[in-house]
């Protein structure tokens, strides 16, 4: 994300093997709850796939946003589903 010209353009891209959570992969199409939250050096910026500040974000599986996965990297928004 670029927050401004003071401040370096940063991009990230995660992977994480299922292997890493102890699981077996799910099939596609398996239905999911997934938030992801991040902060900047000095907490003055943040961002969360909810929208909800990352403390709060994290802190309550119960309000993490459905997916559904798709096919490799991919994923879905269920029909209905916020966001």
Same mark, same amino acid.
């Given at each position: 994300?670029? &927050?401004? /010209?003071?401040?370096?353009?940063?991009?990230?891209?995660?992977?994480?093997?299922?292997? /890493? *959570?102890?699981?077996?992969?799910?099939?596609?199409?398996?239905?999911? $709850?997934?938030?992801? /939250?991040?902060?900047? @050096?000095?907490?003055? $910026? @943040?961002?969360?796939?909810?929208?909800?500040?990352?403390? $709060?974000?994290? /802190?309550?599986?119960?309000?993490?946003?459905?997916?559904? *996965?798709?096919?490799?990297?991919? &994923?879905?928004?269920?029909?209905?589903?916020?966001?």
């Amino acid at each position: 994300m670029y &927050f401004g /010209a003071d401040q370096p353009r940063i991009t990230a891209e995660m992977l994480l093997p299922w292997s /890493a *959570l102890g699981v077996a992969p799910p099939q596609a199409g398996a239905k999911l $709850r997934v938030e992801a /939250a991040m902060t900047s @050096w000095h907490r003055e $910026r @943040w961002i969360s796939l909810s929208g909800d500040a990352p403390e $709060r974000a994290m /802190a309550d599986p119960a309000h993490w946003v459905p997916v559904r *996965l798709g096919d490799g990297l991919a &994923f879905k928004r269920p029909a209905g589903a916020p966001g």
